[in-house]
């Protein structure tokens, strides 16, 4: 039989095409050399590798090298298709055979055949198809409950209270393959000059299957049930709140999400979970993760370099390098602290805080994806490609996202508790206390309108600036802030 190469996002039984398939798994240390890694990434990745070469025993030949190809000569070795162009690239340097994709619920010939001639490619209809193509929360041929969208169900404030309540998943217990890797990764940083992001701490995310399907369990039993009503909010002392903590896992291969997506179905259908949390949490996996996925591939190599609004700052050192105590604002301060200490946070802070703030002021979209892939234990570079080019940065002009996810301080303040203990007011955009992001929300407005009036969901948001008399002042004061730390 063919020995299988699985690569560190490949380490599910579903990888496999038979149970006892020789498998062959590196452990490239020049990963780390080339790019700047999240600590607690790196010990993620690695740990996994390594996790999964103990359960195969016999059945694996475990490969720790410089490079790839100094491991992949001396036997036949078929691949699913990598997750990365690079990858991809390599595999067919090496001669290895190239399989389907997996680990992911689309078929690439079903996309393409979805997004035939379309002018423009919109999660929502890609969600549809899916829905009916895989019999997902389908009524026959109606969507369970006679909706296809519970969005508005899912967008409620977070209580008044520190922390949502719900049981807090697994704990992970470290093993002496962990104490290793961390071993490791020290002797790395003092002798062999590589660095990382972050702050090391000990493992929170699953990296077996068996700590994977714990999660998995723990939270369609204790916190599906809770999670949409609350999906889009945040509290500073609860980063979790009642999200599943899935990505990483399975963006690592450990689970398939036909698995995960079935038994939040099963949910729903016996009644211990409401419809808008399992359909909220549905069209995170069947819809927008298959959606990114696909865009990678479907849009040109060149997409990620895509820069439409002309957004040409660098990233400040105090923002790549996650320097959260140099951030007043509390909001984003938080935000990087979370980074900085959990290489985790979900996805409004990275969409509304996080995004939003870089994008307000004119950062490379290109930088900023690349320190998302970076930072984030469950960041891949087709992860943040679409994420972060077409729709944090909107760095596309619309081809996947039909306007700019740009928003003012009213909306953390409506989503979240940062804005009561801030230095910061929500409601002021001039002067010392004037919120960076109701400031930054009308500065990159005003910058951007002459791209963006063509945008009918635009129309609105820009006929405000007509109504601001402070406009000029507003625009003088960001532009005097710059790249500093508010």
């Given amino acids: 039989m063919t020995r299988r190469w699985l690569f560190a996002d490949q380490l599910g039984p579903h990888f496999l095409d038979a149970p006892d398939q020789p498998v062959l798994l590196i452990e490239s240390k020049a990963v780390f050399r080339r790019r700047r890694f999240h600590r607690q990434k790196a010990h993620l990745v690695l740990s996994a590798l390594r996790h999964r070469a103990a359960e195969l025993g016999d059945q694996v030949r ?5 490079t790839y190809a100094e491991s992949t000569a001396t036997e036949r070795l078929s691949v699913c298709h990598p997750t990365s162009r690079a990858a991809r690239g390599l595999v067919q340097k090496l001669g290895v055979e190239i399989l389907p ?4 619920v689309t078929g690439p010939q079903d996309f393409t055949a979805w997004a035939g001639d379309r002018k423009s490619l919109r999660l929502e209809d890609f969600y549809r198809d899916a829905r009916r193509r895989h019999d997902v929360l389908m009524d026959g041929a109606e969507p369970a409950g006679g909706r296809w969208n519970l969005d508005a169900d899912n967008r409620e404030s977070p209580p008044k209270q520190p922390a949502l309540g719900v049981p807090d998943p697994p704990a992970i217990v470290e093993d002496e393959i962990d104490e290793q890797v961390r071993a490791d990764l020290d002797r790395w940083e003092r002798e062999d000059g590589i660095t990382f992001l972050g702050n090391d701490g000990p493992r929170l995310f699953p990296a077996t299957r068996r700590e994977a399907l714990a999660r998995l369990g723990h939270f369609v039993e ?3 049930p809770t999670f949409g009503r609350y999906e889009d909010a945040m509290l500073a002392g609860d980063p979790w709140m009642a999200h599943s903590m899935l ?8 689970l398939d999400p036909l698995e995960i997506i079935h038994r939040a179905e099963d949910a729903y259908r016996d009644g211990s979970a409401p419809l808008a949390s399992v359909e909220g949490f549905v069209r995170q996996i069947l819809g927008w993760r298959d959606f990114v996925w696909h865009l990678y591939w479907y ?21 790549a390098e996650l320097d959260a105590d140099a951030v007043d604002a509390a909001c984003l301060s938080d935000v990087l602290a979370g980074v900085r200490d959990r290489g985790w946070v979900h996805h409004i802070p990275r969409l509304m805080v996080l995004g939003n703030y870089a994008m307000q002021r004119g950062w490379r979209p290109g930088a900023m994806a690349d320190w998302f892939h970076r930072a984030f234990v469950d960041g891949y570079e087709w992860v943040m490609t679409a994420n972060v080019i077409g729709m944090s940065q909107f760095a596309d002009a619309g081809r996947m996202s ?30 010392d206390n004037a919120c960076p992001f109701t400031a930054g929300y009308w500065a990159f407005l005003q910058r951007n309108e002459p791209k963006l009036r063509g945008n009918h969901r635009m129309r609105q948001p820009l006929r405000g600036l007509d109504r601001l008399r402070d406009l000029d002042e507003l625009v003088e004061q960001e532009a005097a802030r710059g790249s500093r730390a508010p």
């Fill in 62 to 66: 475990f490969a720790q090298t410089q």
């Fill in 101 to 104: 994709p997996r680990g992911f």
């Fill in 222 to 224: 204790h916190r599906l």
């Fill in 247 to 254: 990505s990483a896992p399975l963006n690592l291969g450990l």
């Fill in 299 to 319: 849009f040109e190599p060149d997409y990620r370099r895509a820069n439409e609004l002309g957004a040409a700052g660098r990233v400040p050192k105090w923002f």
């Fill in 402 to 431: 039909s306007k700019p996810y740009a928003g003012g301080g009213a909306y953390i303040d409506r989503m979240s508790d940062y804005c009561g203990g801030c230095r910061y007011d929500p409601k002021v955009r001039v002067g």
